[in-house]
């Protein structure tokens, strides 16, 4: 998982109202401690607000590929 990377949280429970399971990006990797197993995900429907989710949560649906100039 990297900076960048399409998530989703597999077996996430829908609230009423929500149809399709959440997608976020990972926008930070960096551990804020040293036993710290979680990453900011930026959720697409949490106006821009960032969460630290734990990364064994998580699926990566689509990686980033780096691209070259």
């Known amino acids: 998982?990297?900076?960048g990377d399409l998530i989703h949280m597999p077996g996430q429970t829908l609230l009423p109202g929500e149809e399709v399971p959440g997608v976020g990006i990972v926008i930070d990797i960096e551990p804020r401690h040293?036993?710290?197993k979680h990453v900011g995900?930026?959720?697409?429907?949490?106006?821009?607000q960032v969460d630290r989710e734990p990364?064994?949560?998580?699926e990566v649906l689509s990686a980033v590929v780096p691209v070259e100039a």
Do not use: S, Y
């Open 1 to 3: 998982m990297k900076v």
């Open 34 to 36: 040293l036993h710290d």
């Open 41 to 48: 995900i930026m959720w697409l429907d949490n106006w821009g």
């Open 55 to 58: 990364k064994d949560w998580l």
